[in-house]
């Protein structure tokens, strides 16, 4: 069965440091997300991407953030300079289509900022 | 903007036992509503969803949920529990194509 592959599982940094969250979703999926759930609070929506644009954006996904589809697999979420409030799991999610269709999530990357 | 309440954080039960983990969620002209689980160290797997029709939504491992318009609800239930269930339970709605996601019910089952 296909499925949302995320890498690396676990990342460590320092404060200040850029990071990039990697995700290959599913191969004939057109959507892509990114959420993140900060220890004991609620998953939330950062971003979604469709046809190479950001397609919506949440009040978090500030100018530090940047997402990005470099090749035809692979969906990165970059972290320019990290804070202390970044450390979360982040997820990327991928879905055929928006709205009705069923949203396929990764494992996860928990990002540790130091 | 779309908003889900799941009205409990913890729902310790014993196997075997029926379980009812709560959801509201704001009124909206229409709704689609999902729920989720996530097992320890691993991602989110849809356990069911309602887009429209028939209210009684039958889902994967014995799950199913009810929406209730009138009461803006979407509780999920199972009618006897496994020591596998153990996990955390999300219900969420989409907001034009997003998952709008409740604070989650962790179910513990126990022996």
Known sequence: EPEVTQTPSHQVTQMGQEVILRCVPISNHLYFYWYRQILGQKVEFLVSFYNNEISEKSEIFDDQFSVERPDGSNFTLKIRST?????????????????????????GTRLTVT | AQSVTQLDSQVPVFEEAPVELRCNYSSSVSVYLFWYVQYPNQGLQLLLKYLSGSTLVKGINGFEAEFNKSQTSFHLRKPSVHISDTAEYFCAVSDGGKLIFGQGTELSVKP
């Open chain 1, 83 to 107: 804070k202390l409030e970044d450390s979360a799991m982040y997820f990327c999610a991928s879905s055929e289509s928006s709205g009705l269709y069923e949203q396929y999530f990764g494992p």
